[in-house]
């Protein structure tokens, strides 16, 4: 029990109070209840300053008792401002700082001596540890992968995961949030690519670490027929959507027309050209009709897709069951002398 005892000559009991200068009542740190008991919250890091007055003469000798197996580079007792005071200062608080700090003054003769007490509470804002958490991390889809984040702090902090980009606001298996340091996902899927944030609180105040999660995958087709404009009714445009990591680059992507056994490759021509969109991942070939003809119809398109991870091979058959609006254009523009 770390302690300050100051011997006087009088032989009655003395009057003592601590004063406490840091941190001070206006903080709200300082607790005092009904039983006298004064419990000082300090804040990891910060210093402590404690002012003992007693209230009976000179103070004729300080004996500093209590706190000599300490660091005596980061705490000092000395003179206070009066001459009937003494000042504790712990420079820099930590964990083992918290606890009991009792002064005891002793007059020559008396039977007891006059104490006084505090009790130091020790506390810290949450706070992500990084060298213990994940970083931005890229897995290959059908992996396992655990997302970790781990907080420290006074009380104890609180830690869940949400996510906060991709596909989905949700952590897929787990819902809106996830409690817990860690998440798990024991097969990766394309979809659980994002962002996902945790959060780690306390009392004390709020830390946030995110961490951006990238899905390496073979490619994922989607093909559909946009609506043409009013001005071109005859313009049809074919999608072949892909979705892959790393991208399928332009020579990596490519439509063909026909049955299995009559297959061939479309190229740009005068009536239909061949478009390639950047997307980031998702990357689009177009085949453009411009305009479309009967014997663009009925036909099975094929698009083939490739990345380091695979192929992937997707059909369409280009039939105007692509909507009511698609379909009237189809009919209208077949009619003799509409385009």
Request: charged share 20%.
């Amino acid at each position: 029990m770390p302690a300050v005892v100051c011997q006087h000559e009088l032989v009655i009991t003395p009057d003592v109070t601590i004063y406490d200068e840091k941190p001070s009542n206006d903080t709200g740190r300082i607790k005092i209840f009904p039983n006298k008991t004064v419990i000082v919250e300090a804040i990891m890091g910060e210093s402590v300053i404690w002012r003992r007055v007693s209230f009976d003469g000179l103070v004729t000798e300080t004996i500093n008792d209590g706190l000599m197996s300490r660091d005596m580079s980061r705490w000092k007792i000395g003179q206070g401002k009066q001459t009937n005071s003494v000042r504790l200062e712990i420079l820099v608080v930590d964990e083992t700082y918290a606890g009991y700090y009792t002064c005891d003054c002793q007059y020559t003769g008396s039977v007891e001596p006059a104490r006084a007490e505090r009790i130091l509470s020790v506390v810290s804002k949450a706070k992500v540890l990084p060298f213990h958490s994940s970083y931005t991390t890229t897995v290959t889809e059908g992996d396992r992968m655990t997302l970790r984040c781990q907080a420290a702090g006074i009380p104890q902090p609180v830690v869940y995961w949400s996510r906060t980009g991709g596909s989905s606001s949700l952590i897929r298996n787990y819902g809106i949030s996830k409690p817990g340091e860690t998440i798990d996902f024991l097969s990766v899927l394309p979809e659980d690519a994002g962002e996902y944030m945790c959060t780690a609180e306390n009392r004390l105040g709020v830390d946030y670490w995110p961490v951006r999660v990238a899905v390496r995958h073979k490619p994922k087709i989607k093909i559909y027929v946009t609506a043409p404009i009013p001005q071109s009714p005859c313009n049809i445009h074919l999608y072949c959507e892909v979705l892959a990591n790393p991208a399928s680059e332009a020579t990596e992507i490519t439509w063909s027309v026909g049955t299995a056994s009559t297959t061939t490759t479309i190229t740009s021509t005068s009536r239909s050209r061949l478009v390639y969109l950047n997307g980031g991942n998702t990357r689009f070939l177009v085949v453009a009709f411009n305009p479309i003809t009967a014997a663009d119809l009925n036909q099975r398109y094929t698009c083939i897709a490739t990345n380091i991870l695979g192929t992937v091979t997707s059909d369409f058959i280009l039939n105007g069951e692509g909507g009511q609006v698609i379909k009237n254009n189809f009919m209208f523009c077949l009619e003799p002398n509409k385009c």
